[in-house]
Nanobody, 125 residues
Framework: QVQLGESGGGLVQAGGSLRLSCAAS????????MGWFRQAPGQEREFVAF????????DYADSVKGRFTISRDNAKNTVNLQMNSLKPEDAAVYYC??????????????????WGQGTQVTVSL
């Protein structure tokens, strides 16, 4: 089992940057694929980014490609989401999620086994 905790959210002006971190506790973090999702008020939770267990494979939602970067450090049990050129439409609660798999990419929230509590990102004009 894995426990996840996000940090790094906050208020930023449009065009600015934030770096979200997700710390994992538990065993065998390196065998988990990790994802970032977000949910704005009144909207469905949506996929943002994915990283494979070894960090080799990554993928992004079209809306964030070229602006967001996902990375992980298995020695530190962390996964990060660097968010640049933020837009007001990026505002949401951001969640990290873990799936016990060394397989291919996962894009649906129901594919993930564990979730953090979320961190709020607010982007002002």
């Amino acid at each position: 089992q894995v426990q996840l905790g996000e940090s790094g959210g906050g208020l930023v002006q449009a065009g600015g940057s934030l770096r979200l971190s997700c710390a994992a506790s538990g065993r065998a973090f390196s065998s988990y694929a990790m994802g970032w999702f977000r949910q704005a008020p009144g909207q469905e939770r949506e996929f943002v980014a994915f990283i494979s267990w070894n960090g080799v494979n990554t993928d992004y939602a079209d809306s964030v490609k070229g602006r967001f970067t996902i990375s992980r450090d298995n020695a530190k049990n962390t996964v990060n989401l660097q968010m640049n050129s933020l837009k007001p439409e990026d505002a949401a609660v951001y969640y990290c999620a873990a799936k016990s798999s060394i397989g291919s990419a996962f894009y649906r929230s129901d594919e993930y086994d564990y979730w953090g509590q979320g961190t709020q990102v607010t982007v002002s004009l």
